[in-house]
């Protein structure tokens, strides 16, 4: 694999995990990301992800003030992109705003772990892929 920057996009199913639990491997892939590869955000994508970290269940793990901070961290170190076509292609139609960042970024890669994206990698050329799949093929000294 060459180890050129690339374009990224994360979905809000991929950065839970990364926020969560700071000392497991999503979160060290994800840190690597943002030094290793361009990571694109929307305004769309920002307010789900926001959305979603607010919510009450998470409170075990992590409190509202560290979810809150590390979503300021993560919009500060993303690329912002809005995107300008509409796609109607996932199953899940909330998903489709990921699709349409990663094809407006031009993005070699979306990480999720939501099942609707995963199964329909490629989309368009963009592969999407599982954090172990983008830890092999898109940061530099990884095993395969």
Same mark, same amino acid.
């Given at each position: 694999? !060459?180890?050129?920057?690339?374009?990224?996009?994360?979905?809000?199913?991929?950065?839970?995990?990364? &926020?969560? $639990?700071?000392?497991?491997?999503?979160?060290? &892939?994800?840190?690597?990301?943002?030094?290793?590869?361009?990571?694109? =955000?929307?305004?769309?994508?920002?307010?789900? +992800?926001?959305?979603?970290?607010?919510?009450?269940?998470?409170?075990? $793990?992590?409190?509202?003030?560290?979810?809150?901070?590390? +979503?300021?961290? $993560?919009?500060? =170190?993303?690329?912002?992109?809005?995107?300008?076509?509409?796609?109607?292609? &996932?199953?899940?139609?909330?998903?489709?705003?990921?699709?349409?960042?990663?094809? &407006?970024?031009?993005?070699?890669?979306?990480?999720?772990?939501?099942?609707?994206?995963?199964?329909?990698?490629?989309?368009?050329?963009?592969?999407?892929?599982?954090?172990?799949?983008?830890?092999? !093929?898109?940061?530099?000294?990884?095993?395969?």
């Amino acid at each position: 694999m !060459n180890f050129e920057r690339k374009r990224i996009v994360f979905d809000t199913s991929s950065l839970i995990s990364a &926020c969560l $639990y700071p000392d497991r491997e999503p979160a060290h &892939c994800f840190r690597r990301a943002l030094i290793e590869h361009d990571v694109f =955000a929307s305004t769309s994508t920002l307010g789900e +992800l926001d959305t979603v970290l607010r919510r009450a269940k998470f409170d075990a $793990y992590r409190t509202v003030e560290y979810r809150q901070l590390w +979503l300021r961290l $993560y919009t500060g =170190a993303t690329l912002r992109l809005e995107p300008s076509v509409r796609i109607q292609a &996932c199953r899940d139609p909330k998903d489709d705003q990921f699709l349409e960042l990663a094809v &407006c970024a031009r993005a070699h890669a979306l990480v999720s772990g939501d099942i609707h994206l995963l199964e329909m990698d490629p989309f368009k050329g963009i592969r999407i892929l599982t954090w172990k799949e983008f830890r092999a !093929n898109f940061l530099a000294d990884s095993p395969p």
